[in-house]
């Protein structure tokens, strides 16, 4: 007959009281969560039935404006370092056409000759080594510049307009500009100018563009990895109580931060592509305006300034650069975040013993 007892009034067979229990039911450690080898926390309910969560939502809000975020922060970067890609580029090749031309600048005056005044500065300039050729600007050439302020159909003649004639020079073997400058000082209203001012002033400015502009993506990407570090503990603080209990369970430390890893690798990844063609679309829009517009003279002053407004393989390749620095960084910035944050659990454990 069995037996009945407290809490055993249906008389289930097995139940009776007084029974013992297996000599090793204590210490048989009793069902917790199990963590399967996609860092999916598996929790028992009732039926046996089996649910699983991850360690990091994959869709929380949180996710999603730091999707944003990090996409914010790499299109701001691109175009960065587009703009000092484009600066630097321009900066060479200003230096470069400096370098090798000069300048003879005629003014003109009440009664004198010009165009002969111009014709003999190119005579005299042509016959130094070093000199290349000597071509002196039309009169619809200089028209051209000055349209920009001045605007079309004006009679240049009726203007105190100063001549050019450009000197084409070799850079690796540079004409003697003092022996030039004293040969063409018998021609009035007459002045070289060889440029060497205006590089001294285009390298240092080029240099510092560019200085200024590392600073500036520099600043950025250290702002991307705070961003990370805080949404990394808020996701750590919402899903404390999963990350200790898996600790202390055994789970080793760095397959905890490795699943943050791989969460917010995506994360980045999914930012990063997003915000770097982005600033990739608008290189190309910035390019092909520039292309389109060349026959305008706004835009041969913007040309000469700027260059065509494209950043080059060069350029385009940095952009990807920064996409997979920004991803890895993400990524990164995670892993250690968690490891530390295991670490001051486990310095405060040992303490508290």
């Known amino acids: ?81 587009g703009a000092v890609a484009l600066v630097r580029d321009t900066a ?17 005056a009440e009664g004198f000759d010009i165009d002969a005044a111009l014709a003999r500065a190119r005579d005299i300039a042509s016959t130094f080594e070093g000199v290349g050729k000597a071509s002196i600007v039309d009169t619809e050439a200089t028209a051209r510049l000055l349209e920009p302020w001045l605007g079309s159909g004006f009679d240049i003649s009726e203007l105190p307009v100063p001549r050019l004639v450009i000197v084409t020079i070799d850079e690796n073997d540079p004409p003697d500009f003092l022996a030039m400058r004293a040969a063409l000082s018998v021609i009035p209203n007459l002045s ?21 502009g590392i600073s500036i993506l520099v600043l950025m990407l250290s702002t991307t990895v705070l961003t990370v570090v805080f949404a990394t503990r808020g996701a750590m603080a ?6 200790e209990v898996l600790h202390f369970v055994g789970a080793e430390a760095g397959f905890i931060a490795g699943e943050f890893r791989q969460r917010f690798l995506l994360i980045g990844l999914k930012g990063a592509l997003a915000g770097g063609a982005v600033a990739i679309g608008v290189f190309l829009a910035f390019s092909w305006w520039s292309a389109r517009n060349l026959a305008t003279p706004e835009a041969d002053q913007a040309t000469a300034l700027f260059g ?15 996409m997979i620095l920004v991803s890895v960084m993400t990524g990164a910035t995670s892993h250690v975040t968690v490891l530390a944050h295991l670490a001051q659990i486990d310095s405060a454990t040992r303490d508290g013993t």
């Open 92 to 108: 060479s090749t200003w230096q470069s056409e400096i370098s090798r031309e000069a300048t003879i600048q005629i003014r003109p």
């Open 308 to 322: 065509n407004f494209s950043i080059g393989l060069d350029g385009y390749l940095g952009v990807s650069v920064i």
């Open 1 to 81: 007959m069995t037996e009945r007892g407290p809490g055993n009034s249906k008389g289930i067979p097995g139940a009776a009281v007084g029974r013992k229990k297996p000599a090793d039911a204590a210490a048989r450690p009793r069902r917790g969560p199990r963590l399967d080898g996609f860092g999916v926390l598996r929790r028992m309910s009732p039926g046996s039935a089996r649910s699983a969560s991850p360690i990091v939502p994959a869709g929380n809000i949180a996710g999603r404006a730091l999707v944003f975020v990090i996409a914010i922060m790499t299109f701001l970067s691109c175009l960065t370092l």
């Open 238 to 243: 919402g899903n404390g109580h999963i990350i």
């Open 192 to 212: 070289l100018d060889d440029h060497r001012t205006w590089v001294d002033r285009l390298v240092s400015m080029a240099r510092t563009t560019v200085a200024i």
